[in-house]
């Protein structure tokens, strides 16, 4: 697996996914709809609505015929509910993933890691999840247009992985991304934990979110997976002691956890992935 195709490689995540297949000696292609800030690698305009489109990116058939592509990282999508109306969330995020899943099928292309969501647990929680710390034991509960297009998403892996058995398709449910800049608001989140509550004061690094890709496409696994995909610790130097019992009292605890660990358990990457965040907000 050299050749690697970053979907959506111009936004935030995908810039720092980008970074770190470069690092880490690989070729990367930028397939996105607008064209990055700084150059890192070759980028290709693409609508990703288009499966002729998508099939002849991924069929290698550029002007040298020589681009084989070995894996695909999916992160183009609409990120979030309220931007555009819902329809064109869900028509854009569901058509896109469709495609590219169709048009990996088509070429042999059997490693493929995509950007579900963290939303598919329940955000934004105004119905308080089964337990904490939250995994991905529970049953989906999509609560938007946007939910609902990553939850479609997930159940068209598992069928394209029953299709074909050799194929590997990982959602990483990603938290909320967030770049060293966005770090300088955190200190302001513990005067008003309510504003976070959404997503019980989670984040993902978009570096830590790109080692997470990388190891999932190096992961030596088959069929349809999903993974959370969070920071080691909260948003808050606030306890989670505190926080729950303001705003969740009634939540069981289905595990003793540190006082500022993450309420959005990493337990499953860490134990098949190897993932590890690096990174943190109170090191910044």
């Known amino acids: 697996m050299r050749r690697i195709v970053v979907t959506g490689g111009s936004g935030k995540l995908g810039r720092a996914c980008v970074q770190d297949l470069i690092e880490h000696g690989y070729d990367v292609f930028n397939a996105d709809i607008v064209a990055p800030k700084e150059s890192r690698c ?13 099939s002849e990116l991924l069929s290698a058939m550029d002007f040298e015929h020589s681009r084989g592509v070995d894996a695909i990282v999916h992160l183009a999508a609409i990120p979030g509910p309220g931007m555009v109306p819902n329809e064109t969330v869900f028509r854009v995020n569901t058509v896109s993933t469709y495609n590219v899943l169709e048009a990996a099928r088509r070429f042999g292309i059997r490693n493929v890691v995509w950007a579900s969501s963290e939303t598919l647990l329940g955000l934004p929680f105004d119905e308080p999840p089964p337990y904490v710390p939250i995994d991905e034991e529970y049953d989906a509960r999509p ?12 159940e068209m892996a598992k069928q394209f992985c029953r299709w074909d058995p050799e194929l590997k398709v990982v959602g990483l449910r990603f938290s909320n991304v967030m770049e060293p800049s966005d770090y300088a608001a955190f200190p302001s989140f513990d005067s008003n934990p309510a504003g976070r509550r959404f997503n019980f004061w989670g984040y993902i690094d978009a570096r830590d979110g790109a080692q997470a890709i990388r190891k999932a496409l190096e992961a030596s696994l088959k069929g349809a997976h999903i993974f959370i995909i969070a920071n080691a610790d909260t948003v808050l130097t606030r306890s989670n002691a505190e926080v729950l019992s303001e705003f969740y009292p009634s939540v069981p ?17 860490r134990r098949v992935l190897g993932y590890e965040p690096q990174y943190s907000w109170r090191a910044a």
């Open 143 to 154: 609560n938007t247009g946007y939910s609902l297009s990553k939850f479609v998403g997930e």
């Open 253 to 269: 605890m289905k595990r003793a956890f540190a006082p500022n660990e993450t309420l959005l358990s990493i337990e499953k990457a």
């Open 42 to 54: 070759p980028f290709y305009k693409i609508d990703l609505e288009n499966i002729a489109q998508v």
